[in-house]
């Protein structure tokens, strides 16, 4: 029998009699121990012999449940030292596939860190980009805008916030004026004694510092060490500057003009391209503010509008004009903050409302008036903390160093600068911070020992 059935069922109902004839009752009790028979009239006569049977039954269960209750805690307190001397059993871990613990659990929790990372740089991104377009300072509001409409896949920053006509304002306020750009040979002596500290290349390097950026300018002494190294015949990929470098055994040079930098392929330019006054691309037609920039068989440095222009017009005028080396960039006249090209000729700056663009990393190529040619690439997008050169920053260079006439070229991610076998200037994106990108043209430099060459 259950243990705790036995003492429910042996619980006296009400032994308060107990306490009224309990002297009485012991008295009884002991004689009967003692093997008398207690006669009737020895029993107390205020209880009956009846009631004192019932009393004696009652002691006898209340002891019985207290004897079955004892057992059971005593049972009881067995079972929990039992449990407690007890090795706890382990948690049995199920292998995954692939036969390593708790494999997906890891992934998933190192998916959810990463997810939630992003999120945050997102959130992030979204409330900073918030707080300058719809911030108190207008100039830094334009700065960012301009800057972002001259990226290849930014722009969503400035329409996610503002309107079109928001965003034509801002451009209108940062733009440039048109620009004639008859080149005048008569400003240029490439025949002249050439000053400065060059070294056994004929090449001088100097570091250059604006407020919102860093760059490298190379000084080439002789002009007719420049020239365009490409990748021809085109392919589905170009190659790095340093390898564009070695190909043509140049000590030194910059990325080139317009090209397809999808999926950072770089095999094909865009527009035209000319090497060693072989005509290796013409496709000027379609291309929007396209510009020429090169140099002809008089080491001159020529900045060319040929949007519009068929092939054969093309070819005529590299023909005529002698044009030995040159690359095509755009001055979109549907965009005057996406691309831009002339910045000084003879001798004039290119007038600016504002700063007349945003600020990213730039390449420029200008020349002086001994005829030296002058490639300058900054850096910008965060690199080093900066966000770029703007128009107005690369005309105050190349004016501070002499240019004559001076280009912008294709810049951005695709900027940088190779001498002397490393990289001065890198391109801004993490993956190739110790390299470039691909390229299919470049302006590099020969030594002024002869070596290298087209």
């Given amino acids: 029998m259950d243990d705790n059935k036995l003492i429910q069922e042996n619980e006296p109902k009400d032994l308060s009699f107990t306490a009224i004839y309990g002297s009485q009752f012991r008295d ?7 093997g008398e028979e207690p006669a009737a009239k020895t029993l107390p006569s205020s209880i009956s012999e009846e009631d004192m049977q019932a009393l004696q039954r009652s002691k006898e269960q209340v002891l019985i449940g207290r004897t079955a209750k004892r057992k059971l805690e005593e049972e009881q307190r067995r079972k929990s030292r039992v449990r407690e001397k007890a090795p706890k ?49 207008e100039s830094a509001r334009d700065t960012f805008v301009t800057t972002v409409l001259e990226s290849g896949n930014l722009k969503f920053l400035a329409t996610m916030f503002l309107s079109e006509d928001e965003i034509n304002e801002i451009v209108s306020r940062t733009s440039m004026g048109e620009m004639e750009t008859d080149i005048d040979e008569g400003m240029i002596a490439t025949d002249t004694p050439v000053e400065g500290n060059f070294d056994e290349h004929g090449v001088e390097i100097v570091q250059v510092n604006g407020r919102s950026f860093f760059g490298t300018l190379m000084i080439v002494a002789d002009p007719s060490q420049v020239f365009v190294g490409t990748t021809y015949p085109w392919g589905e990929y170009g190659k790095e500057l340093g390898q564009l470098c070695d190909m043509h055994q140049a000590v030194g040079g910059v990325n ?45 440095l020529r900045i060319e509008s040929i949007s519009g222009w068929t092939p054969n017009q093309f070819k005529s005028f590299v023909e005529e004009q002698g044009i030995r080396d040159a690359v095509a960039f755009q001055d979109e006249a549907s965009d005057s903050n996406n691309h831009f090209v002339p910045l000084i000729i003879n001798g004039e700056a290119r007038q600016l409302n504002g700063a007349g663009s945003g600020a990213n990393p730039r390449t420029v190529i200008g020349q002086r008036a001994d005829g030296a040619i002058l490639l300058l690439v900054t850096d910008g997008r965060g690199a080093s903390g900066h966000l770029g050169a703007t128009a107005q920053d690369l005309i105050n260079v190349m004016q501070q160093y002499g240019a004559v006439n001076a280009a912008n070229l294709d810049g951005g991610s695709s900027s940088s600068l190779y001498y002397d076998g490393e990289y001065l200037m890198t391109s801004v994106t993490l993956y190739y911070a110790n390299s470039s990108w691909r390229l299919p043209t470049s302006f590099l430099v020969k030594s002024a020992a002869g070596e290298g060459g087209n």
């Fill in 28 to 34: 009884y009790q002991e004689k009967v121990q003692e």
């Fill in 89 to 137: 059993p382990k948690k049995e871990r199920t292998a995954e596939p692939g036969g390593k613990l708790g494999a997906g659990r890891i992934v998933g929790r190192v998916l959810t860190v990463v997810l939630t990372t992003v999120l945050a740089v997102v959130l992030a991104l979204v409330v900073i980009v918030a707080s300058i377009i719809h911030g108190p300072s």
């Fill in 256 to 300: 080139g003009g317009l090209y397809a930098a999808d999926m950072n392929k770089g095999g094909r330019p865009y527009g035209v391209c000319v090497s060693n006054g072989e005509i290796l691309l013409n496709d000027p037609s379609g291309w929007t503010g396209l510009y020429m920039i090169g140099l002809d068989n008089k080491n001159i």
